[in-house]
């Protein structure tokens, strides 16, 4: 029975990784949840899953008396980052949004706890500490990610003198095929139509520049040890191949699966064992034609600048999470153009002088001027 801790609860994945737990209750002990804002959510959890501690990030109303007389409540960034710690987790799902949850999964590593790894943020913002904490901790990283849990299975057992190179692949997003120019009059709600998967709104915009493939570049880029110019992409319309590792004599294997991300965290919360129960098993023959094309570079410049972020290291991959988290929330509150996210991203990383992360202190200090440098370019 493996004691599991899940950051973001209520979001699609924190959704998706309960009714796993609900699947296998003599696998998995659901000891703690925790949210930001949807409390009424939250309250439904408890009264089924009966976790010893709940955690609630915002000032959301919830009183204790809302739970059963079993949960303990806890407020707070400090509570959420101390829960895992405080259920004595052997696994926290970090399905936190965005860099605001890099102290748990620094916390989780430091303690020695298996790190199911949703919120690729906090390892893009801050690798190199999540590296120093792992080394120092003892704990371990599965990623949650369909793309990431694909490439860590690929690479299970192999030397790694033999890989040439890491392939993720892309669903495209909603405007898969336009050119730049005709990016420059779509509008939110297009943006917010993903093909594939169905997701929260920021992951959805991300998804729809391409960001979301670049921050999953520099994900993996830290959590294989791989150069950046060892990891590609290719988009798969079909989001049916999840990544392909191409062999140094010209083979290469791929991983597939149907786009339910039930997959991937069944496969993550139980690693480095596997789920004896098929979600959404492969029909071969009832596949469609798997379509494999280069990604624009030119209408979605998201990518060419994780690439340049991820090769300049450092600092330079916070400011790119943060500048990104930025232009995404003024987008979606209805300041700007689809076209600015990367416009402005690009901005802030030419103004920033990249420096080696020696602690937390240091990525949060990049993140918030990362922050404050694109909030001001929001009025230009």
Same mark, same amino acid.
């Given at each position: 029975?493996?004691? !599991? /801790?899940?950051?973001?609860?209520?979001?699609?994945?924190?959704?998706?990784?309960?009714?796993?737990?609900?699947?296998?209750?003599?696998?998995?002990?659901?000891?703690?949840?925790?949210?930001?804002?949807?409390?009424?959510?939250?309250?439904?959890?408890?009264?089924?899953?009966?976790?010893?501690?709940?955690?609630?990030? *915002?000032?959301?109303?919830?009183?204790?008396?809302?739970?059963?007389?079993?949960?303990?409540?806890?407020?707070?960034?400090?509570?959420?980052?101390?829960?895992?710690?405080?259920?004595?987790?052997? @696994?926290?799902?970090?399905?936190?949004?965005?860099?605001?949850?890099?102290?748990?999964?620094?916390?989780?590593?430091?303690?020695?706890?298996?790190?199911?790894?949703?919120?690729?943020?906090?390892?893009?913002?801050?690798?190199?500490?999540?590296?120093?904490?792992?080394?120092?901790?003892?704990?371990?990283? /599965?990623?949650?990610?369909?793309?990431?849990?694909? *490439?860590?299975?690929?690479?299970?057992?192999?030397?790694?003198?033999?890989?040439?190179?890491? /392939?993720?692949?892309?669903?495209?997003?909603?405007?898969?095929?336009?050119?730049?120019?005709?990016?420059?009059?779509?509008?939110?709600?297009?943006?917010?139509?993903?093909?594939?998967?169905?997701?929260?709104?920021?992951?959805?915009?991300?998804?729809?520049?391409?960001?979301?493939?670049?921050?999953?570049?520099?994900?993996?880029?830290?959590?294989?040890?791989?150069?950046?110019?060892?990891?590609?992409?290719?988009?798969?319309?079909?989001?049916?191949?999840?990544?392909?590792?191409?062999?140094?004599?010209?083979?290469?294997?791929?991983?597939?699966?149907?786009?339910?991300?039930?997959?991937?965290?069944?496969?993550?919360?139980?690693?480095?064992?596997?789920?004896?129960?098929?979600?959404?098993?492969?029909?071969?023959?009832?596949?469609?034609?798997?379509?494999?094309?280069?990604?624009?570079?030119?209408?979605?410049?998201?990518?060419?600048?994780?690439?340049?972020?991820?090769?300049?290291?450092?600092?330079?991959?916070?400011?790119?999470?943060?500048?990104?988290? !930025?232009?995404?929330?003024?987008?979606?509150?209805?300041?700007? !153009?689809?076209?600015?996210?990367?416009?402005?991203?690009?901005?802030?990383?030419?103004?920033?002088?990249?420096?080696?992360?020696?602690?937390?202190?240091?990525?949060?200090?990049?993140?918030?001027?990362?922050?404050?440098?694109?909030?001001? @370019?929001?009025?230009?």
């Amino acid at each position: 029975m493996r004691r !599991v /801790v899940i950051l973001g609860s209520t979001g699609s994945i924190g959704v998706q990784a309960l009714d796993v737990c609900r699947r296998h209750p003599d696998l998995f002990d659901v000891v703690g949840l925790a949210v930001g804002q949807s409390v009424q959510a939250l309250v439904a959890q408890a009264k089924e899953f009966k976790p010893e501690r709940v955690c609630v990030v *915002s000032d959301a109303p919830l009183s204790p008396d809302d739970l059963p007389s079993s949960v303990a409540l806890s407020r707070g960034p400090e509570a959420l980052a101390c829960l895992g710690v405080e259920c004595g987790a052997d @696994l926290v799902l970090n399905a936190v949004v965005g860099a605001a949850g890099l102290p748990a999964s620094l916390a989780a590593l430091e303690t020695g706890s298996v790190l199911a790894l949703a919120n690729k943020e906090s390892i893009v913002a801050g690798g190199p500490v999540l590296l120093r904490a792992l080394a120092s901790g003892g704990g371990r990283i /599965v990623p949650v990610d369909s793309e990431h849990a694909a *490439s860590a299975q690929l690479l299970r057992g192999e030397d790694p003198e033999e890989i040439a190179r890491l /392939v993720l692949t892309a669903s495209g997003g909603p405007f898969r095929g336009r050119s730049r120019a005709e990016l420059a009059h779509v509008t939110r709600e297009e943006a917010l139509q993903h093909p594939t998967w169905k997701m929260g709104a920021k992951i959805t915009i991300d998804s729809a520049t391409l960001f979301n493939k670049g921050l999953e570049i520099i994900e993996a880029h830290y959590l294989f040890d791989l150069e950046m110019d060892r990891i590609g992409v290719v988009v798969h319309p079909q989001s049916i191949v999840h990544a392909i590792l191409e062999m140094c004599d010209g083979s290469a294997k791929a991983q597939v699966g149907l786009a339910d991300m039930r997959q991937p965290i069944g496969w993550a919360l139980a690693s480095p064992e596997r789920l004896h129960d098929p979600i959404g098993a492969v029909r071969w023959a009832d596949l469609p034609p798997l379509v494999f094309e280069p990604p624009d570079l030119d209408a979605f410049p998201a990518l060419g600048l994780a690439f340049a972020a991820g090769k300049d290291g450092g600092t330079a991959t916070a400011v790119l999470n943060a500048a990104n988290e !930025v232009a995404v929330h003024a987008y979606l509150n209805g300041c700007g !153009v689809f076209l600015d996210i990367p416009r402005i991203v690009e901005e802030v990383l030419s103004r920033h002088d990249v420096m080696e992360p020696r602690d937390l202190d240091d990525v949060l200090h990049a993140d918030a001027w990362a922050r404050t440098t694109a909030q001001g @370019l929001l009025g230009d």
